[in-house]
């Protein structure tokens, strides 16, 4: 949420109009959607800007996530990626990516975030995670945030 704030909600007032009546009329229509990132027979629905995290947790999911976001790319949504540290799928996504984009230069930044806290699977946080903590703790996690017109200039 953090980034978010800083780098998504981003208002400015070039025009000089009322900031606070263009942050609310942009915010008023947010949709989210849940579906199977692998399945690629089912199309991403049109989105200004398309959010992924803590999904990389398989090479294919890696993998699904590379081609997903050069689709939303391409039909000129903003991609942003979240992974956190040690995901098996992360170096997947990347290869796939650098595949399927030749000469992109998209890396994953680090930037502070924090733990979750609270009931989690152990497909999620194994006994080793150090994403979970019984009081959010502070974490470093990798982003990648993409505008389709600095990859297809």
Do not use: W
């Not at 942009?26 to 849940?34: F, H, K, Y």
């Not at 000129?76 to 990626?81: D, E, Y």
């Amino acid at each position: 949420l953090e980034y978010a704030a800083r780098h998504v909600n981003h208002f400015s007032n070039k025009e000089g109009g009322d900031i606070e009546k263009d942050r609310r009329s942009r915010l008023s229509v947010i949709e989210t959607g849940c579906f199977d990132i692998c399945d690629h027979n089912v199309p991403l629905p049109r989105a200004d800007v398309v959010i992924a995290a803590d999904i990389m947790y398989e090479p294919k999911t890696g993998i699904a996530t590379a081609i997903r976001t050069v689709e939303a790319l391409k039909a000129g949504s903003r991609v942003i990626i979240g992974c956190s540290p040690g995901r098996p799928g992360r170096p997947y996504y990347s290869e796939k990516l650098k595949e399927l984009l030749p000469g992109i230069n998209a890396q994953f930044q680090q930037v502070q975030g924090r733990t979750c806290s609270g009931p989690r699977n152990d497909l999620i946080c194994g006994t080793n995670s150090t994403s979970i903590s019984s009081e959010p703790k502070p974490l470093t996690v990798a982003l990648i945030d993409l505008l389709p017109e600095e990859c297809f200039p």
